[in-house]
């Protein structure tokens, strides 16, 4: 990861309509930013500024700069087509995959425009032949490309997923919570997958409540607290060292919130 790099994506002092209040951030080519908080802090409010960046929250203050350019994105779609944003959920059997659709089908929706032919008519040739190059990419795990994703075990159904964003030339990966639910060594394949993207020069912004998970992955770990930075942590990727300096922020933050406030005379 090249440091010195202009920056994907920035966040330039945002302020949203979902309480966040001068979010500063930055991430490059190659670098995997984690976004880490606690479940039950106080609305962490780290999905919340995703959404911003999807066009599903609205920018009240500051600005969102993609490539250095100042953008306002309306839809997930935009940010996708035009803007090369793609977001793999945590929530994949609603968000993630149609479980009732083929693989194939799956794995191709991002660019079905680019497959169209006369009339609208999808070519199952090429819809195919994209899906199979990334079914083998990333180690798919499948008995055939026409057999709903609905059949796939937790963890190729978050590969399909991502498959579908790949497919796009996805140029900024979201990952949320990208390994809620799944096994040990399905989870290891998966962060595997994210560093082999990561050294091909894709920026990565993960988020993530599991601590070993972001200390393991992120190359920054940005701590949000109450929709705000309450502290950012360069990964030298030693565990305790990190973990320890990670809760001192989430400690002093809370310790901070519920400190009484002094009493004027």
């Keep these: 990861m090249d440091t010195s790099a202009a920056p994907v994506l920035s966040f330039d002092g945002?302020?949203?309509?979902?309480?966040?209040?001068?979010?500063?951030?930055?991430?490059?080519?190659?670098?995997?930013?984690?976004?880490y908080g606690l479940y039950g802090l106080v609305g962490a409010g780290r999905s919340e500024l995703v959404k911003a960046v999807l066009g599903l929250d609205r920018v009240t203050g500051g600005e969102i700069r993609v490539h250095g350019e100042p953008v306002r994105i309306a839809s997930p779609r935009q940010a996708?087509?035009?803007?090369?944003?793609?977001?793999?959920?945590?929530?994949?059997?609603?968000?993630?995959?149609?479980?009732?659709?083929?693989?194939?089908?799956?794995?191709?929706v991002t660019v079905w425009k680019r497959l169209a032919k006369a009339l609208g008519f999808i070519s199952a040739r090429e819809e195919r032949d994209v899906a199979h190059d990334l079914v083998e990419g990333l180690g798919i795990r499948i008995a055939g490309?026409?057999?709903?994703?609905?059949?796939?075990?937790?963890?190729?159904?978050?590969k399909v997923s991502l498959a579908k964003w790949l497919a796009a030339d996805t140029r900024l990966l979201i990952?949320?919570?990208?390994?809620?639910g799944v096994d040990v060594r399905t989870k290891r394949a998966f962060h595997e997958l994210l560093w082999e993207l990561a050294r091909d020069g894709l920026p990565i912004l993960l988020i993530s409540s599991d601590l070993a998970e972001m200390i393991t992955l992120a190359d920054r770990v940005v701590v949000m607290a109450d929709h705000r930075i309450r502290g950012e942590v360069d990964n030298d990727r030693d565990y305790e060292r990190m973990s320890g300096r990670i809760i001192r922020i989430i400690h002093d933050r809370a310790t901070s919130a519920v400190r009484p406030r002094a009493v004027e005379a």
């Design 14 to 35: 945002v302020s949203t309509a979902a309480g966040h209040r001068d979010i500063s951030l930055d991430v490059r080519p190659g670098e995997i930013v984690g976004l």
């Design 80 to 108: 996708l087509h035009r803007f090369g944003i793609g977001c793999l959920t945590e929530n994949r059997k609603e968000e993630g995959v149609f479980l009732d659709q083929p693989i194939a089908r799956n794995i191709t």
């Design 145 to 158: 490309l026409d057999r709903h994703a609905g059949e796939l075990s937790g963890g190729n159904q978050q």
């Design 175 to 180: 990952v949320d919570e990208p390994t809620v």
